[in-house]
């Protein structure tokens, strides 16, 4: 039994002693993560105090320990250094940003990138097959793609200023495919990767499954603030960094110039893996420079053509320090076997034959024009005219989360904030507008004006809409 008791003392968790199995350790900690999963325990609940939750289960308090290092790692929990351990926000809220059966009838949430090229790609693939020895496409030859495709591969990433060729290129299937690859490939379960505090949901979902710790960094107008990335390098053993440095997602915050240089010196001083996700460069009317270029020995960068050309052809090109290639090259056949002949020659094909050109500058028509439409519904806040979403402030007291689900009742679908969210420093009072998914200018306009609608009928609101 207990020393204490604890019949009048209040814990925000009492775990059911008779439940515990051996290893006691990990039995709480499968205890602790059904109970956030479950919604019993709430983001930002504090937790008990290490010693108390020992002395309640009259356990030594080295297994508590390491059922709350357990939790840590799974990314259920997080430590604040004098202040105690704490549910993390976007534990018990869905991060996954895939379309469900019951399509929306206005869809502002997962991110549609126009499909009005598709057409002219269909009619280029036919071309493709028509060609001879076309069959040779479904065989399982050149699983990583034949020569031909690695030099395309590398002639797009030399667009950007990279120093690519045919040893340093490799195709994956598609963004999330290669950020898969690299986490489970270079990464092990427990180890630290920094990150914007807001970040992509689906790199969220991955760390979560391979029980990696993210380390939330706070940014400015500039991008990721070096101070505090060197800090929390100092304070924690971060071994990697994620990054979106053309625009992050959900914010499309940029780092300026000065700002890459200073986080390409601490990423060579602290010998971190560097990650630079740039779906979205090649959609800029003005040409962007990667950050690799600032640590091109520690830096993989990937280039989706998702979102730029196609959605469907599942296609990203990652330019890799050599220190990565063997290793990489291992994780791509443990995790594909083989990436798709056809999708492989069809993306190389739209590049050789100058279509991508034209197809990125309509997309960033159709971009700009949809984003005008969303400026003047939303004129106080800063639009960026080159995005297919834009990050939008509500209210101090209304959370996402509350946006999501009443405007669901609307049918208009947008994502809150607090799926984009890492750690406790971030506001969830936001929500993602993706611009570019609507089927056509009117329902944009019809989901926009249901959003303001939502917002102005809120009178409790004090100040002003806002961006970051």
């Keep these: ?73 799974r990314g259920l929990i ?50 493709i097959l028509k060609k001879p020895f076309s069959e040779q496409l479904f065989e399982y030859s050149h699983p990583l793609g034949d020569r031909g495709q690695i030099l395309t591969a ?27 690859t690299i986490l489970s ?35 400015d107008g500039a991008g990721m603030l070096p101070d505090r990335l060197e800090n929390a390098c100092t304070l924690r053993k971060i071994k990697g960094i994620y990054m979106m440095p053309a625009g992050g997602n959900p914010t499309n915050i940029a780092f300026s110039e000065s700002r890459k240089r200073e986080i390409g010196e601490i990423i060579r001083k602290k ?4 990650i630079e996700d740039d779906n979205y460069a090649v959609l800029l009317e003005e040409p962007y420079t990667p950050l690799a270029l600032e640590a091109p020995e520690h830096c993989i960068y990937i280039s989706g053509l998702s979102k730029p050309l196609c959605p469907g052809l599942r296609i990203a090109y990652m330019h890799l320090p050599d220190q990565f290639i063997e290793i990489m090259e291992q994780g791509m056949f443990s995790q594909n076997l083989k990436i798709s002949s056809l999708n492989m020659e069809i993306a190389a094909e739209i590049i050789r034959s100058g279509l991508d050109r034209k197809i990125i500058q309509k997309k960033r028509k159709a971009t700009v024009k949809r984003n005008q439409i969303y400026a ?27 946006c999501e689900m009443e405007l669901s009742r609307q049918g208009i679908s947008v994502f809150g904030a607090e799926r984009f969210l890492c750690g406790n420093q971030g506001k969830t009072n936001a929500v993602r507008v993706a611009t570019c998914s609507a089927e056509s200018d009117g329902q944009l306009r019809k989901g926009l004006e249901g959003l303001k609608n939502f917002i102005q009928n809120d009178r409790l609101r004090e100040e002003p809409l806002f961006i970051v």
Aim: charged residues 20%; contains cysteine.
């Design 154 to 180: 590398a002639r797009w990433l030399k667009r950007s200023g990279l120093e690519a060729d045919e040893h340093n290129t490799m195709i994956a299937a598609g963004a999330q495919n290669a950020l898969a």
């Design 376 to 402: 003047s519904y939303f004129p106080e806040s800063r639009t960026y005219m080159e995005s297919y979403y834009q990050w939008l402030y509500l209210p101090e007291h209304r959370t996402g989360r509350i």
């Design 185 to 219: 490939s270079l990464f092990e379960a427990g180890d630290c990767v920094a990150v914007d505090i807001y970040t992509y949901p689906n790199f969220i979902s991955l760390a979560n499954l391979l029980y990696l710790q993210l380390v939330p960094i706070e940014n």
């Design 78 to 127: 997080h430590a604040i250094t004098g202040k105690g351990t704490f549910v993390t926000p976007y534990a018990n809220v869905s991060t996954s940003t895939v379309e469900k059966i019951a399509k929306s009838k206005i869809e502002l949430a997962v991110i549609h990138p126009f499909y009005e090229s598709n057409t002219t790609i269909r009619d280029l693939t036919i071309e």
């Design 271 to 274: 010998n971190l893996i560097a």
């Design 1 to 73: 039994m207990p020393i204490n008791s604890f019949e009048n003392y209040p814990m925000s968790w009492t775990p059911d002693k008779q439940k515990l199995t051996f290893p006691f350790y990990y039995c709480l900690a499968d205890m602790l993560e059904q109970e956030i999963k479950s919604g019993k325990l709430t983001a930002n609940t504090k937790l008990p105090p290490q010693r108390e939750l020992a002395d309640y289960m009259d356990l030594n308090l080295s297994t508590i320990t390491k059922a709350y290092k357990l939790c840590e790692m």
